[in-house]
């Protein structure tokens, strides 16, 4: 009598997953019975790690010759416009605020120093003592921009 209660406490315990019986709760439960309820579950398994992650890493095959093409036009481009702008800024009808943040992208993005002056003239004729601050506190690190290694 005790036998059978036994035997059904035991199905009580059990579950039915993917048409086997796996264990609730028991702590006994191999590892290998562990693992196949784990992978069946919503989440996925962890990845192992190998000894040698860099060679396991994902090679990108050669650059694309378009790709590396087209960066180069663009570039290119780029260079043409900031040639052009360059006597053209004065032509803008621009606050002094906006002045200088055109001329400091101009310097930023052609790497011209020699910019640099004039940034300072538009961040000293910026009224708002906030904005003005910040202009200068700009010119500054671009100077130290320049400047790094010397």
């Not at 087209?70 to 290119?76: R, T, W």
């Not at 040639?83 to 002045?99: A, I, R, Y």
């Not at 002056?117 to 009224?127: G, S």
């Amino acid at each position: 009598m005790f036998g059978h209660n036994d035997d059904n406490n035991q199905k009580d315990e059990q579950q039915v997953h993917d048409g086997g019986i796996v264990p609730m709760h028991d702590p006994t439960a191999s590892p290998a019975v562990l693992q196949n309820d784990t992978q069946t579950s919503d989440v996925p398994p962890v990845p192992t790690l190998s000894a040698n992650p860099i060679s396991d890493a994902p090679t990108s095959g050669p650059a694309d010759p378009k790709t590396a093409s087209d960066a180069v036009d663009l570039l290119d481009l780029k260079q043409k416009a900031l040639e052009q702008l360059s006597p053209l800024v004065s032509h803008l009808d621009q606050t002094p605020e906006e002045k200088f943040r055109t001329t400091m992208m101009m310097v930023q993005a052609s790497d011209d120093k020699s910019l640099l002056p004039a940034c300072y003239e538009a961040a000293q004729a910026i009224t708002d003592e906030k904005a003005k601050a910040q202009a200068l506190l700009d010119v500054v690190n671009e100077i130290n921009y320049f400047t790094q290694g010397s």
